[in-house]
């Protein structure tokens, strides 16, 4: 069903990234003017009465509730924004399900695949659309670095490894939240950052075969709260490493940490090929540096050589920034929201849609069981 003269959207939750997702369907308009029905921020729930109101003041929403039920049956509602804590995306979503909202879902869809497949079959049933919140997809230098794969410029795939690596939780003193609570998030590092790199990678290379991980929990007790002398213990990652194989017979390795001193939002790969290669890092985001195989070779290495591509900010059809702008964390979060109302509209298939949310959950599912036995173990397809 098209949604041709507006989209009514409710967020559940909100925070940083409801924040960011705010920006985005403010800016959508005016960087992709008439592109779009009328966008209608109708209301925003948060678990407090004070910061729901606060948020509704803050965000512009018509609206503001304590109760996911009553957003996502208020009159007007089309799409549900779901940015909670990963614990309360199976409620929110399947609520919007059932009441036959189209859903827009932070990463990862859910706790474990068991919950991932529930909503799929919800979806299903409600035949509505769940587009899935993988932002990195949307950075133009992935997206060349997709065209490039796709039209065979580089030939068989031998090898990749990817990275993402983030500081911060170094800090003893630093006090336990959901995210290091496993029943709340449903693992550490792995999920947080993993969840995306998982993403990154089936979407330039494909489907995973195989793997076999390792965990590390570097504190392993937290205070329970900020300045609590009382301790709880930590029972998620705090840094994981995946030897991978992949339905085409590349092998790679992904690496994923909260406890790389230095780093700040290191996301990178590198792709090996019969033709050439490929390397990306997020904190050198306007540029994709390629290294083509094919080009001559000759006295003092000929023509061969890195080539960085200027990808910056070109997105076609977008009326700003410009193009030659240097490329913001946030406008990737604007395009994938911008891509998956856009299909919503033209009653087209949205992606990245729940399918790749539930292929992420098998993966991240698959590596923390070999984590427990120290084997390689198969990726099961649903």
């Known amino acids: ?26 800016d959508i308009p ?12 109708i209301a925003v729930t948060t678990s407090h009465p004070d910061t729901a109101r606060a948020a509704q003041a803050e965000a512009g929403f018509e609206a503001w509730f304590v109760d996911n039920q009553e957003l996502v049956t208020a009159e007007g509602v089309d799409v549900v924004d779901c940015v909670t804590p990963n614990y309360l995306h199976l409620p929110v979503v399947m609520a919007a399900l059932q ?25 299903q049933q409600a035949q509505v659309q769940v587009g899935m919140t993988f932002n990195y997809r949307f950075i133009p230098a992935v997206i060349k670095a997709h065209q490039l794969l796709q039209a065979g410029e580089l030939g068989e795939i031998y090898a990749f490894r990817a990275d993402y690596l983030h500081s911060g939780y170094q800090d003893p003193q630093r006090a336990m939240s959901w995210r290091l609570r496993k029943e709340l998030a449903g693992g550490g590092a792995l999920v947080d950052l993993g969840s995306h790199v998982i993403d990154l990678i089936r979407f330039l290379l494909g489907d995973f075969k195989r793997l076999s991980c390792s965990l590390r929990t570097y504190i392993k007790e937290r205070p329970t709260q900020p300045g609590s002398q009382v301790m709880e213990k930590v029972a998620v990652d705090d840094a994981a490493w995946m030897r991978v194989e992949l339905v085409n017979g590349a092998l790679g390795t992904i690496h994923v940490s909260r406890f790389a001193t230095g780093t700040q939002d290191d996301l990178l790969f590198e792709i090996y090929a019969e033709y050439g290669a490929l390397r990306f890092n997020l904190m050198d985001a306007n540029w994709l540096y390629w290294y083509d195989n094919q080009r001559a070779g000759g006295p003092r290495g000929g ?21 030659r702008s240097p490329l913001g964390w946030a406008r990737t979060h604007t395009e994938n929201q911008f891509s998956f109302l856009k299909a919503l509209a033209a009653g087209e298939k949205v992606q990245p849609d729940i399918l ?18 120290g084997e390689w173990l198969s990726v099961p397809h649903r």
């Open 30 to 41: 005016l960087i992709y003017p008439g592109q779009l029905p009328r966008l209608r921020l």
């Open 356 to 373: 790749d949310g539930l292929h992420v959950q098998l993966v991240m599912d698959t590596a923390y069981k070999s984590a427990q036995s």
């Open 1 to 26: 069903m098209k949604l041709s003269k507006e989209i009514g959207i409710a967020m559940a939750g909100y925070g940083m990234i409801g924040r960011i997702h705010t920006l985005g369907y403010r």
């Open 303 to 323: 023509e061969r050589g890195w080539t960085r591509l200027e990808t910056l900010q070109r997105y076609p059809g977008a009326k700003a920034p410009p193009a």
């Open 99 to 123: 009441a036959g909202k189209h859903v827009y879902c932070e990463k990862p869809l859910a706790l474990d695949a068991d919950q991932a497949r529930a909503m799929l079959a919800a979806a």
